[in-house]
């Protein structure tokens, strides 16, 4: 019974995530969504989309294309007529039930403001953010390119920014950059030491005037914004603490409910 209840509620924050409306592109005149990417961000768990380098959300998108494509050949073959298919479908029947029985127990829980006031207050440690920067990188072979790039944004001025993201267009599109674009927000921690160390030594809108060095190659980084270490605010978090205690108290219910229908059902354990 733990084993599903966790698998429910696994599947139940992917169903909840988004309302899907925001498109990405058309194949054959359908729509490739949020949704289509989240099948595909299953497999980065702890990874937002929106949080992905440009190149990266690029090869996300045509992932979810050619799976469209995929879907739409399978459908067109008429898989769904056949013997596999619906064995298939049959075995995860009775665990989609459980699956959208769950959905429906979460959307009758209510949460009250002054639960999630006192929860926030009780656990103020939790909700700490360390210091973060936003940059945006450009990652080549040689430390000669890097140097190319950085004398090429000297000239630009304060319009650096727009420069660097000029410039990794044009290199990742002829194949001379290995990786380029926004890296959004993040923490010292979640970049290789080099890469951080420079990073975080940057003020809001400089970029490196050496190459940096990594393990990947050679970077050039600008930082867009710095954010200072701090408690997040509780309206920042609000939803966050909100669905969290609807987990909690859907676990709860579940359990008394578990053991409710135990009670009244005939049930044999053999050894």
């Known amino acids: 019974m733990r084993k599903i209840l966790i698998s429910s509620i696994v599947a139940l924050s992917l169903m909840q995530s988004a309302s899907f409306a925001k498109t990405y592109a058309e194949v054959n005149g359908k729509p490739i969504t ?6 595909l961000m299953r497999s980065l768990p702890g990874v937002a989309f929106e949080q992905l380098p440009e190149d990266a959300k690029g090869q996300i998108i045509n992932q979810a294309v050619e799976r469209r494509l995929l879907i739409d050949q399978a459908k067109k073959d008429k898989i769904q007529s056949s013997k596999e298919y619906k064995e298939a479908l049959a075995n995860v029947e009775e665990e989609l039930a459980l699956e959208v029985w769950t959905r429906k ?13 006192q929860f926030y207050n009780q656990n103020k440690s939790k909700f700490i953010q360390p210091e973060m920067v936003k940059a945006s990188h450009i990652l080549v ?46 923490a010292k921690n979640q970049m290789v030491p080099e890469f951080s160390n420079a990073a975080f030594k940057l003020n809001k809108g400089a970029y490196t005037t050496t190459p940096v060095k990594t393990q990947f190659g050679y970077h050039v980084i600008l930082v867009e914004d710095k954010k200072s270490s701090g408690t997040l605010a509780l309206n920042d978090i609000k939803g966050q603490i909100e669905q969290n205690l609807k987990i909690k108290k859907l676990q709860e219910n579940i359990k008394k409910e578990g053991e409710s229908l135990r009670k009244k059902a005939k049930v044999e354990i053999f050894k």
């Open 141 to 186: 072979s040689s430390e000669s390119d890097a140097k190319a790039i950085i004398a090429d944004l000297k000239k630009t001025g304060k319009n650096a920014s727009a420069r660097l993201n000029a410039i990794i267009r044009e290199k990742m599109q002829n194949g001379s950059a290995k990786d380029g674009g926004n890296l959004g927000y993040f």
């Open 34 to 39: 949020e949704k289509d990417v989240a099948a």
């Open 105 to 117: 127990q979460i959307e009758k829980i209510k949460v009250t403001d002054s639960e999630i006031s």
